[in-house]
């Protein structure tokens, strides 16, 4: 079984375990809700920002060792960069699951530990998630006002969900502090 | 009974070519038969036969090919008539169960249905039956009523007579739940049904693979089923009509095939059930589910579901020993070969792909039912569905793989 002790690495089943960045985060500047419809897993992510890097993130997810484990290692490595640098890290990540090792770079931290996910194609989507999620969370900061609340891994969000989101809203899932 | 028992699993699995590959250099265990069945050799037959021997529309040609097409296609109508106990014009090709059931919403219960009228679901829908309610609801202000769940994913029948009263026009409920592999009383449901006048629309994609159901003898007005779970190809579904029910309804679809006159202005319908298969229909397919249905007709339908539920009986016990929560009804009688479970210490989808590198192909998710998933406290589940060439060793297969999970995650 060389193909599961690839995927499912002690690390990965560590971070599953005992996920990091599981808590509340008080007034964040963001937060933003992913969800795949295709398994049903969640994560609530929440940012908080102080002179343009970002100083705590908070990841609760609900999902399988990969989704959770990938949102753990990101709310462990995210805190003291920039925006910019954590899209730069999200980018190296996604080129990670999609099999180019080369040129990572050095503060890729745990992440590394998903390469074997690469090689099930399927369940990219399960490490995407989270990255995903806080990619539309960076994205909003930089514009300056949050302007949708929940994505979808498949992209199609409908007129339903929409307004299902929108509720959210009301219910403080979206508060800008 | 145990004689013909054996001459299921194994012994039938030469008929399917399908199980004479590898999945990671394992022989294929496929617990996936909920989503869809594999198919016997002599359909794959039969759809390569059509394509070499007698390609043609149907309806239309003069020609011997299209004379030929026609009577292989409106032959396989007469044997899904046969099976159900219908008559071959309230059989109405769809490309699946989901579309069927669309015809009813949209064909019928639009034209026929008014602001405040009711119609009555159950909690364990598949999104198939339960979205295009949703729907038009939305659209001209219709009830939706539930019938409720117990602990153990039983209809509630005692709510019956309370739920069903002289607003509810409609009651559209699944046979056998895709997720809880519970074969719900139908007849109950339509007994209760017809005080009200209320028509019945019965979804009975995950029951007529493995029980047999004569549509005269249920007195449904309605029933849906897909070919590809039981045998068939994928792209033919089944609406069956009742003949007034049919005549009620009016055509979703428009085009060719679905006319009788047609001037630029005005158009008058075809016979049913012809008005109701606008376009080239699916004629490949259809032929090819024809073998389909006679080889679950040349097996004993009550040894075969008898054979499905010693397998889930047996996974059941396996599970609930290594500390799984298996869902559905406790009484083996009670469920079709559906189920599913879940565990505190790993999700489907890691449960899924380990069980896959044996070999073994499960599903894993809320199996288009979230509202049911949703009143479970669930996001996902795990679930391994059975059928007549599965047999004991998959079984164990099964549960020699969910030993790995639990090296994993336990």
Same mark, same amino acid.
């Given at each position: 079984m060389a193909e599961l002790n690839s995927l499912y690495r002690e690390v990965i089943l560590d971070h599953f375990k005992c996920p990091r960045g599981k808590k509340m985060i008080e007034c964040p500047d963001v937060t933003f809700e992913g969800y795949n419809p295709v398994c049903g897993d969640e994560v609530k992510i929440a940012i908080k920002i102080q002179d343009g890097f970002i100083q705590d993130v908070a990841v609760n997810s609900i999902g399988c060792a990969i989704s959770v484990a990938a949102g753990s290692m990101l709310a462990e490595l995210l805190p003291g960069k920039s925006l910019a640098e954590a899209e730069e890290l999200g980018k190296a990540f996604e080129g990670l699951l999609k099999g180019e090792i080369e040129g990572l770079p050095e503060d890729i931290g745990d992440l590394e530990s998903l390469e074997g996910v690469s090689r099930f194609p399927v369940r990219v989507k399960c490490a995407m998630l989270a990255w995903k999620t806080i990619q539309h969370a960076v994205g909003l900061l930089k514009e300056g006002t949050p302007s949708k609340e929940r994505i979808s891994t498949e992209d199609a969000t409908t007129e339903a969900s929409r307004s299902e989101a929108g509720a959210e809203k009301h219910n403080g899932a979206n508060h800008v502090c | 009974?145990?004689?013909?028992?054996?001459?299921?699993?194994?012994?039938?699995?030469?008929?399917?070519?399908?199980?004479?590959?590898?999945?990671?250099?394992? =022989?294929?265990?496929? *617990?996936?038969?909920?989503?869809?069945?594999? +198919?016997?050799?002599?359909?794959?037959?039969?759809?390569?036969?059509?394509?070499?021997?007698?390609?043609?529309?149907?309806?239309?040609?003069?020609?011997?090919?299209?004379?030929?097409?026609?009577? %292989?296609?409106?032959?396989?109508?007469?044997?899904?008539?046969?099976?159900?106990?219908?008559?071959?014009?309230?059989?109405?090709?769809? +490309?699946?169960?989901?579309?069927?059931?669309?015809?009813?919403?949209?064909?019928?219960?639009?034209?026929?249905?008014?602001?405040?009228?009711?119609?009555? *679901?159950?909690?364990?829908?598949?999104?198939?039956?339960?979205?295009?309610?949703?729907? *038009?609801?939305?659209?001209?202000?219709?009830?939706?009523?539930?019938?409720?769940?117990?602990?153990?994913?039983?209809?509630? &029948?005692?709510? *019956?007579?309370?739920?069903?009263?002289?607003?509810?026009?409609? !009651?559209?409920?699944?046979?056998?739940?895709?997720?809880?592999?519970?074969?719900?009383?139908?007849?109950?449901?339509?007994?209760?049904?017809?005080?009200?006048?209320?028509?019945?629309?019965?979804?009975?994609?995950?029951?007529?693979?493995?029980?047999?159901?004569?549509? =005269?003898? &249920?007195?449904?007005?309605? #029933?849906?089923?897909?070919?590809?779970?039981?045998?068939?190809?994928?792209?033919?579904? !089944?609406?069956?009509?009742?003949?007034?029910?049919?005549?009620?309804?009016?055509?979703?679809?428009?085009?060719?095939?679905?006319?009788?006159?047609?001037?630029?202005?005005?158009?008058?319908?075809?016979?049913?059930?012809?008005?109701?298969?606008?376009?080239t229909p699916n004629i490949a397919d259809v032929i090819a589910f024809l073998p389909a249905l006679a080889y679950l007709e040349s097996l004993d339908s009550k040894t075969s579901i008898q054979h499905e539920q010693n397998l889930s009986q047996a996974a059941i016990e396996a599970l609930e020993r290594m500390g799984f929560r298996v869902l559905g009804p406790k009484a083996p009688n009670e469920r079709v070969g559906v189920v599913s479970w879940t565990s505190e210490f790993a999700h489907p989808h890691d449960t899924a792909t380990i069980l896959d590198q044996f070999g073994v192909a499960v599903r894993a998710g809320h199996h288009c039912a979230q509202p049911l998933m949703?009143? #479970?406290?669930? %996001?996902?589940?795990?679930? %391994?569905?059975?059928?007549?060439?599965?047999?004991?060793?998959?079984?164990?297969?099964?549960?020699? %793989? &969910?030993?790995?999970?639990?090296?994993?995650f336990g």
């Open positions: - | 009974m145990t004689t013909a028992i054996q001459t299921l699993g194994a012994s039938l699995r030469k008929d399917f070519p399908i199980f004479s590959r590898k999945v990671h250099g394992k =022989r294929v265990v496929y *617990l996936d038969n909920a989503a869809t069945t594999q +198919k016997p050799l002599s359909v794959i037959e039969a759809l390569s036969r059509y394509y070499s021997t007698m390609n043609a529309n149907v309806h239309r040609g003069i020609h011997t090919l299209a004379e030929e097409a026609t009577g %292989a296609y409106e032959g396989a109508r007469k044997a899904v008539a046969r099976f159900l106990g219908a008559r071959p014009e309230e059989v109405v090709f769809t +490309k699946n169960a989901t579309e069927a059931i669309n015809f009813v919403a949209l064909g019928w219960a639009r034209h026929r249905l008014k602001r405040g009228d009711a119609i009555v *679901l159950t909690e364990m829908e598949h999104h198939a039956n339960l979205v295009p309610w949703i729907l *038009l609801a939305r659209e001209i202000g219709l009830e939706l009523r539930y019938i409720p769940i117990d602990a153990e994913g039983k209809l509630r &029948l005692e709510t *019956l007579a309370k739920l069903i009263d002289h607003k509810v026009r409609l !009651v559209a409920l699944v046979h056998a739940s895709n997720v809880l592999g519970t074969i719900n009383p139908v007849e109950a449901v339509i007994e209760e049904a017809k005080k009200v006048g209320a028509k019945v629309l019965v979804d009975a994609a995950q029951s007529l693979p493995h029980l047999r159901v004569n549509v =005269r003898a &249920l007195d449904c007005d309605f #029933l849906a089923f897909s070919a590809h779970k039981m045998l068939g190809p994928t792209g033919v579904g !089944v609406l069956y009509g009742k003949m007034d029910a049919l005549e009620e309804t009016v055509p979703v679809l428009g085009g060719g095939e679905m006319i009788e006159r047609v001037t630029y202005d005005s158009v008058t319908f075809n016979q049913i059930p012809w008005r109701f298969e606008a376009g949703h009143k #479970l406290g669930l %996001a996902a589940t795990t679930r %391994a569905s059975f059928y007549i060439y599965n047999d004991m060793d998959d079984v164990e297969m099964l549960i020699e %793989a &969910l030993k790995e999970v639990r090296s994993y």
